[in-house]
Nanobody, 123 residues
């Protein structure tokens, strides 16, 4: 089993930027896909962005054009570069990975999860 650990969360003003990182205990290239999710208080967890082992990136409509997901296989790290942040982006952000089933990637049902890092955007 692998362990994922998020970092880089914090408090920023609206319009600002923040870069999250997710370190893995195994090589990121070993996974079929990796992604970022977020959950605000009182809401369901929401898929934000994903990247497969070929480097193809996908995004939720709510963050498209503002967030960029990347991974550094050499450093076993997944990133989420967030720009033009707004208060509605405030949430706990989670890193996730799937190494077995492509259908889980497509349905955003990743099997391996980090514990989250808090992002707070003030107006």
């Amino acid at each position: 089993q692998v362990q994922l650990a998020e970092s880089g969360g914090g408090s920023v003003q609206a319009g600002g930027s923040l870069k999250l990182a997710c370190t893995a205990s195994t090589y990121t290239s070993s996974y079929l896909c990796m992604g970022w999710f977020r959950q605000a208080p009182g809401t369901q967890r929401e898929w934000v962005a994903g990247i497969n082992n070929g480097g193809d990136m996908t995004y939720a409509d709510s963050v498209k054009g503002r967030f960029t997901i990347t991974k550094d296989n050499a450093k076993d790290t997944l990133f989420l570069q967030m720009t033009s942040l707004e208060p509605e982006d405030t949430a706990m952000y989670y890193c996730a990975a799937e190494g077995v089933y492509w259908r889980r990637c497509r349905s955003h049902e990743y099997s391996i999860w980090g514990q989250g890092t808090q992002v707070t955007v003030s107006s």
